[in-house]
């Protein structure tokens, strides 16, 4: 009986040639799911920060807080239930949910005393107003300033109580007119808190860096089904 002619070799294909992917171009998926995974790090957080100082705006906190919640729910569905990470969408959530809460005066700060007219006034008169909520309760300033207008500026314009009637202090007005100015004792300089943007900077980072973790450690359909069934048989 002889021997077959012709007889070829044989190559087993590897796990990505066995679905279907070129190793010619193996690196590609890859490079997608990064491109992707970074596409979502930023946008959330951006779209996060943009939210709180809309927040800042007299008639934008509503635009603001829609802004927020769909920020939350987008990290938990993409992070989630897309690319089935919980610990990571938990993460990013959270992270989502604190950033527009010190986004938002942070950015305010760092704007109107960076770019804003600082202009001298007094302390006319202090007190308290009602908030959104029927149960709060706001510290509210009157000021007067040097041309003599008359301003109302309340906690998120940095009245705490902290000042007191006949009080010199200075305004830093907003060049467009838009937003309320923010009130400082003298002398007034140009400093803004660093741990209102230090606490926005680290929320900004754990938020991306979730979502950018759960994207490149992304889990499939089929890996969930496998996982599901090696737990029924462990």
């Known amino acids: 009986m002889g021997e077959p002619t012709n007889v070829g070799t044989y190559e087993v294909p590897s796990a990505g040639q066995a679905e279907g992917e070129r190793p010619v171009n193996g690196a590609a998926p890859t490079s997608r799911r990064t491109l992707n995974s970074l596409k979502w790090a930023l946008a959330i957080p951006v779209l996060g920060v943009v939210a709180g100082f809309l927040g800042q705006y007299p008639y934008g906190?509503?635009?603001?807080?829609?802004?927020?919640?769909?920020?939350?729910?987008?990290?938990?569905?993409?992070?989630?239930?897309?690319w089935h990470r919980a610990g990571a969408a938990t993460l990013a959530s959270v992270a989502a949910l604190a950033l527009p809460f010190f986004a938002g005066p942070g950015l305010y700060e760092l704007y109107v005393k960076q770019v804003g007219e600082r202009v001298h006034a007094v302390v006319a008169d202090t007190g308290e107003r009602q908030g959104v909520k029927r149960t709060t309760e706001l510290s509210v300033c009157r000021v007067v300033d040097t041309s003599g207008i008359v301003r109302d500026v309340s906690e998120q314009q940095n009245c705490y109580g902290q000042f007191k009637p006949?009080?010199?202090?200075?305004?830093?007005?907003?060049?467009?007119?838009?937003?309320?100015?923010?009130?400082?004792?003298?002398p007034g300089d140009r400093t803004v808190d660093p741990l209102t943007?230090?606490?926005?900077?680290?929320?900004?980072?754990?938020?991306?860096?979730?979502?950018?973790?759960?994207?490149?450690?992304?889990?499939?359909e089929t890996d969930m089904v496998k996982r599901s069934l090696k737990r029924r048989h462990s």
């Not at 010199?168 to 003298?186: Q, R, T």
């Open 61 to 82: 906190i509503w635009v603001g807080v829609v802004i927020a919640i769909g920020v939350v729910a987008a990290a938990a569905i993409i992070a989630g239930g897309v």
């Open 166 to 186: 006949g009080q010199h202090v200075i305004l830093f007005e907003d060049p467009l007119g838009a937003l309320d100015p923010w009130i400082e004792a003298l």
């Open 197 to 220: 943007l230090g606490i926005t900077t680290g929320l900004f980072l754990v938020t991306g860096s979730a979502l950018l973790h759960a994207g490149q450690r992304r889990r499939s």
